[in-house]
């Protein structure tokens, strides 16, 4: 292998900081995982969690007193398969050429690549189809009447309120701060205008990808 690293001779002049890396932000990976590295496992290996089904409450039996109810959880079973890497390999000669760490100043490039195929993968796995209920925004046209609406289809579904998200295009975050039912809202207008974040909506966190 040979890496690509233009002027980085220590007989030129070369500046020590790099121009900020041209990437992507993926904020909202935050909200899109359960974090379940507290249990030991190696690549191949399936670590099953579970659904748990909610129960009902029933009456209060004078001749059987309290009687005990059915439970059900379902296996979630997630498969150690897809394990991705980015990895930086500086050799000597490369390493006594310069005196730029080169190993730190491609951390951050190598940072990016596994977010972006995290996001890859992730998205990759979401469809139509795989869902019940939907709703369908016109493209370029979303406005707080739509996040309402995807409140409304979540409330419907039992969709718990803590932690809900929603990821949309460039276009519709810009409708969005479009929207003077969103900037002209003393709450939450400082935000939306000043950083250009859309931010919570509705109980929905919005995030642009």
Request: hydrophobic share 45%; net charge negative; aromatic share 6%.
């Amino acid at each position: 292998m040979a890496n690509s690293l233009a002027s980085v001779s220590n007989g030129k002049l070369v500046s020590q900081r790099a121009l900020s890396l041209l990437v992507e932000q993926f904020p909202f990976l935050t909200s899109a995982y359960s974090d379940f590295s507290d249990a030991s496992a190696r690549k191949g290996d399936v670590i099953t969690t579970h659904l748990v089904t909610a129960a009902t409450a029933v009456g209060y039996s004078t001749t059987a007193g309290y009687v005990a109810g059915d439970r059900t959880q379902t296996d979630c079973i997630v498969t150690l398969n897809n394990l991705v890497h980015s990895t930086v390999a500086i050799n000597d000669d490369e390493a006594a050429s310069s005196s730029i760490n080169l190993i730190e100043r491609f951390a951050a490039s190598a940072a990016h690549a596994l977010g972006k195929q995290m996001v890859d993968t992730l998205l990759g796995t979401i469809s139509a189809a795989s869902y019940t209920s939907t709703m369908t925004v016109a493209a370029d046209v979303l406005s707080y009447r739509s996040i309402v609406s995807m409140g409304v289809v979540l409330d419907s579904n039992k969709v718990p309120s803590a932690s809900r998200y929603a990821i949309v295009s460039p276009n519709n975050k810009a409708s969005l701060l479009n929207d003077s039912s969103i900037v002209a809202n003393a709450q939450i207008q400082g935000d939306a205008i000043r950083t250009g974040s859309v931010g919570i909506v509705n109980g929905i966190e919005v995030f642009s990808y």
